[in-house]
């Protein structure tokens, strides 16, 4: 019973950091542009010379 009352508030301590980690990234604009992040993941701009 001891683990349980010290691992519920750290449990819901981290949701809500959680929470508030996603809701920072979508008011910064995190997430604006997903299609052009998946086109220019499979572009050849690295390659050597």
């Not at 996603?22 to 052009?36: H, I, M, T, V, Y």
């Not at 086109?39 to 701009?45: E, K, P, T, Y």
Request: net charge negative; no cysteine; aromatic share 8%.
């Amino acid at each position: 019973m001891n683990a349980f009352l010290l691992m519920l508030p750290a449990a819901l301590v981290l949701a809500v950091a959680g929470l508030a980690a996603f809701a920072w990234a979508l008011r910064s604009g995190q997430f604006e542009d997903p299609k052009g992040d998946a086109a220019r993941i499979l572009g050849d701009d690295d390659r050597p010379g």
